[in-house]
Nanobody, 118 residues
Framework: QVQLVESGGGLVQPGGSLRLSCAASGFTFSSYAVGWYRQAPGKERELVAR????????NYADSVKGRFTISRDNAKTTVYLQMNSLKSEDTAVYYC???????????WGQGTQVTVSS
């Protein structure tokens, strides 16, 4: 059974930090490009950060460059998103995503809420 389980979301003040985790199971994690997307109320889901299909590089949304860092641990089949200097506009549900490098088969997590507010 394929699972992507996010954790680490919550309420944080502007300027604060959070670290999201996504634990993957049920598929060959190392064969997938993994990433994070988010969806704010009334808005479309957007890319936050991801590894490229070849997993040799990363892409970040312009709005998070320099503040967020994606990382992965293939041994733990987990992908992380370190979020620093959080802003109110970062408030959204954050989703973990996995895309097979060749077949394009993809999986989504259930999402974790991040709220940035004073």
């Amino acid at each position: 059974q394929v699972q992507l389980v996010e954790s680490g979301g919550g309420l944080v003040q502007p300027g604060g930090s959070l670290r999201l985790s996504c634990a993957a199971s049920g598929f060959t994690f190392s064969s997938y490009a993994v990433g994070w997307y988010r969806q704010a109320p009334g808005k479309e889901r957007e890319l936050v950060a991801r590894y490229t299909v070849t997993s040799s590089g990363t892409n970040y949304a312009d709005s998070v460059k320099g503040r967020f860092t994606i990382s992965r641990d293939n041994a733990k089949t987990t992908v992380y998103l370190q979020m620093n200097s959080l802003k109110s506009e970062d408030t959204a549900v954050y989703y973990c995503h996995a895309l097979h490098m060749y077949t394009r088969l993809e999986y989504w997590g259930q999402g974790t809420q991040v709220t940035v507010s004073s």
